[in-house]
């Protein structure tokens, strides 16, 4: 059983999970319905060469700054990903792969000039989310709130731009809350495992709960890396799920 202190750094650990859950199942599943599942990783890594190149530049870590710089870069990637969905929509997830691939190598070449280069690339993929601090979840509830009530009076299936702001946005807080990998995870594994539910969006989000706390369980038992464990734990978790859910027409047909 988790110690006190352990408890302690579990419970911020477990509500970035929740905060990134909450806005990432219902964007999850409009992204599985629009076809372009790697979106997420594309616009998380532009946000995280964003940071970057603020980083590069001396601004001040998780200041003011690095969080405009961020956000300005997922938007501009965003308003390209529009243009293109618009124009080369029979192309866009390769055009999604190779914007992916372009600020990946981008933020390889920048971090060759910092000596602690490699450990930032590390901080960036994986996520520090056994450390996330107070101020940075207050920024992420806030904009989790504004995008969920936005999400909510707006029907962002038709308005596509809307969609890809959002979207945007959310990926930029979150990208720092716990790291690109957990980010696509958290997006992907609790819509894809929830797909065909009556209730999708709970079912996803029952997935994404159960993956973050037997994630953070295990890693904290075993002392294992953090984000990669709780991005394994969403995988079987998903998987279980999505294996129960499909065979049980089968049995209900044979019973």
């Known amino acids: 059983m988790p110690t006190t202190t352990e408890l302690s750094i579990l419970g911020p650990a477990l509500l970035a999970g929740l905060l990134v859950l909450a806005t990432h199942v219902p964007l999850g599943s409009m992204v ?23 980083d590069g530049l001396g601004w001040e870590p998780n200041g003011l700054s690095v969080q405009v710089a961020a956000v300005t870069a997922a938007l501009l990637a965003a308003a390209f990903l529009i243009w293109t969905e618009r124009r080369l929509a029979h192309i866009q997830e390769a055009i999604i792969g190779v914007v992916f691939v372009v600020a990946a190598s981008a933020e390889i070449i920048l971090f060759s000039f910092n000596p602690h280069g490699a450990e930032h690339l590390k901080d960036l993929l994986v996520g520090q989310i056994i450390w996330v601090t107070p101020p940075q979840l207050i920024a992420a509830t806030l904009v989790s709130a504004v995008v969920l009530a936005i999400a909510a009076r707006c029907d962002l299936r038709k ?23 957990l980010v696509f995870a958290s997006l992907i594994i609790p819509a894809l495992a929830a797909q065909g539910a009556k209730r999708p969006v709970l079912a996803g989000y029952g997935v994404g709960l159960v993956g973050y706390v037997l994630g953070l369980l295990v890693s904290t038992a075993l002392d294992l890396p953090t984000g990669a464990t709780i991005v394994c734990a969403l995988a079987v978790t998903g998987a279980v799920v999505g294996i129960t859910r499909r065979r049980r027409p089968y049995t209900d047909r044979s019973v």
């Not at 599985?32 to 603020?54: E, H, M, N």
């Not at 990926?171 to 990998?181: D, R």
């Open 32 to 54: 599985l319905d629009r076809g372009i599942v790697f979106i997420d990783l594309a616009i998380a890594q532009v946000a995280g060469l964003g940071v970057v190149v603020a």
């Open 159 to 181: 308005r596509r731009a809307l969609f890809y702001v959002l979207f945007a946005v959310s990926i930029t807080a979150s990208v720092q809350l716990v790291g690109v990998f």
